[in-house]
């Protein structure tokens, strides 16, 4: 079995798997019931100021039977008292010496927030998670995302931070921005020791169509919340692979957004993230997710010949590639396997309303239902094999005329110029 144990700037976890700040790191008695499923950190729900939370503060997106597609929330941070928790972190990290435990942090002042991390050092937590991503609630009072969003605020919070701690540093980045470099690059010339990401998006999940109110419904109305879930995955994905392909970003990543089993962790690590975070898996299934988590992903390595998640971290950076540096002289074109196809024509239908009309129907004379590839047409942009409800009946070829790789910018280099569409 492949090594799965991380160190990530010091904090040490026997496995890449944390629990994210949130409703399942809220307590003691869940954090260890979390090690004792098999996770290898928790990041405690978000120490600060005790607030009131609301009633009721969630809301989901169902979509094609799948319950919780993408989850909404209103919640804010830890509504318990700050000794208590902290004694419990304490209870926590003496009772599991061996895993990461640590500390999500939003306050106000400088002040305040040097307090609060000596009051966390004294527990024995292994570091600090800066929440600067909180979309709701708490940017109203100018903590969360309207820090996150302001580079040069979460610079000097985050300076504040390292002047008064030796332990690692993590600045949690909010996705509701424009550009994810320029908060990330803040936080290195900070001297953060690392970052995590993403945080939840702005979003209102629904409208109740009978009295007009969105959800989450309150008594006297509704707000916008944090949006995660499965459904932010590609968002998640993009943001991490955007701070590993930047040549001045320099600090490890731990992965948030819609992470639910191996597979999903997999790519974030591959895309350069030292440790994973999940939330809302947890608030569906439990905390016993982790046991396909470590076992799939190990079972993934092992077949890779892999001895180490360190091998795979990263694997998947090289291939991301800029719009304008990809291959123009990659062709494919589709291929459906008759001894599969149900006839259902979907793929026709995409194509030809949806796309580039390059599959026809068979004469009805024919009897038979199995499109027809308009092989001299196929432009190879695969919807037809998307929408294919039987698994690899439609397959992309290779028809390349050339092993040559040509890209966009190779053509504006080199002087071509297109007139009326023609080069």
């Known amino acids: 079995m492949a090594d799965l144990s991380i160190d990530f700037k010091g904090i040490k976890s026997p496995n ?57 929330n209103i919640e804010l941070i830890t509504d318990r008292g700050l000794s208590v928790n902290l004694k419990e972190i304490a209870e926590v990290k003496k009772a599991f010496p061996n895993h990461a435990v640590i500390a999500s942090v939003m306050v106000e002042s400088k002040e305040a927030w040097q307090t609060i991390i000596r009051r966390v050092e004294d527990t024995g937590a292994d570091g600090f998670e800066l929440n ?42 909010t996705p509701n921005i424009s550009d994810i470099i320029d908060p990330a690059l803040a936080a290195i010339e900070s001297q953060a020791d690392g970052v995590s990401l993403i945080n939840t998006l702005k ?30 995955k590609p968002i998640a994905l993009h943001m991490v692979a955007t701070l590993a392909k930047h040549p ?27 440790s994973v975070q999940v939330c809302t898996a947890v608030m569906h299934y439990g905390f016993r997710i982790v046991e396909d988590l470590s076992s799939g992903l190990n079972s993934y390595l092992d077949s890779k010949g892999m001895k180490s998640i360190n091998e795979l971290r990263g694997k998947a950076v090289p291939q991301y590639q800029d719009w304008g540096d990809l291959d123009l002289n990659y062709k494919t074109i589709a291929k459906i396997n008759p001894e599969t196809c149900i006839g259902c024509q979907l793929c026709y239908i995409a194509c030809e309303d949806g796309a580039h009309q390059c599959i026809a129907l068979p004469a009805p004379a024919s009897r038979q239902r199995m499109p027809l590839i308009q092989e001299e047409d196929c432009v190879g942009c ?19 005329e050339t092993e040559e790789l040509e890209s966009w910018n190779d053509l504006m280099q080199a002087g071509h110029k297109f007139e009326d569409g023609v080069l």
């Open 16 to 72: 890449p798997f944390w629990i994210a700040s949130g409703p399942p790191g809220n307590t003691g008695y869940q954090a260890k019931k979390a090690f004792e499923a098999g996770w290898g950190g928790v990041v405690w729900k978000t120490l600060g100021d005790p607030i009131i939370n609301t009633s009721s503060r969630y809301g989901s997106v169902d979509y094609a039977g799948r319950k919780m597609m993408g989850f909404n």
């Open 132 to 173: 600067f991503g909180c979309p709701h609630g708490m940017c109203e009072r100018g903590m969360g995302s309207a820090v996150g969003q302001e580079p040069l605020v979460l610079k000097e919070i985050t300076a504040w931070v390292k002047e008064f701690t030796k332990l690692p540093v993590l600045v949690k980045l």
């Open 203 to 232: 979003s209102i999940v629904g409208v109740d169509l009978d009295d007009f109110t969105p959800i989450p419904k309150l008594r006297n109305g509704a707000a916008s919340g944090g949006y995660c879930g499965p459904a932010v």
């Open 248 to 274: 001045d970003f320099t600090i490890p990543m731990s992965g948030i957004g819609g992470i639910s089993d191996w597979r999903d962790a997999a790519e974030f690590i591959a895309l350069g993230c030292t």
């Open 382 to 400: 695969n919807l037809c094999a998307l929408v294919c409800p039987v698994p690899d009946c439609i397959q992309m070829v290779d028809v390349s």
